[in-house]
Nanobody, 125 residues
Framework: QVQLVESGGGLVQAGGSLRLSCAAS????????AGWFRQAPGKEREFVAA????????EYADSVKGRFTISRDNAKNTVSLQMKSLKPEDTAVYYC??????????????????WGQGTQVTVPS
């Protein structure tokens, strides 16, 4: 059974930091690209960041570039998103996903086959 479980969300003041994690099981995580997406109320889900299975290549949405860092630990089957200088517009439910094709994940930015249940990040204005 494939599972992606996000954690680490919460309420943080503008300018603060938060670290999200996603634990994967039931799939060959170390061979898959991984990514983070987010969905704000009333908006479509949008791409945030992606990372190659090797961890050597990453891609970011322009809105988070320089503030967010995606990383992975293949030994622990986890992918993380370090978020700094958070803004109210970062408020959303954050989801992790995996894809067997990094180019597809990072360019089409529609996400993979499997998704976690999401974790809420709230940055009050």
């Amino acid at each position: 059974q494939v599972q992606l479980v996000e954690s680490g969300g919460g309420l943080v003041q503008a300018g603060g930091s938060l670290r999200l994690s996603c634990a994967a099981s039931g799939l060959p995580f170390s061979m898959l690209a991984a990514g983070w997406f987010r969905q704000a109320p009333g908006k479509e889900r949008e791409f945030v960041a992606a990372i190659h299975w090797s961890g050597g290549t990453t891609e970011y949405a322009d809105s988070v570039k320089g503030r967010f860092t995606i990383s992975r630990d293949n030994a622990k089957n986890t992918v993380s998103l370090q978020m700094k200088s958070l803004k109210p517009e970062d408020t959303a439910v954050y989801y992790c996903t995996v894809d067997n094709n990094y180019i597809r994940l990072s360019t089409t930015r529609v996400g993979g086959t499997y998704w976690g249940q999401g974790t809420q990040v709230t940055v009050p204005s």
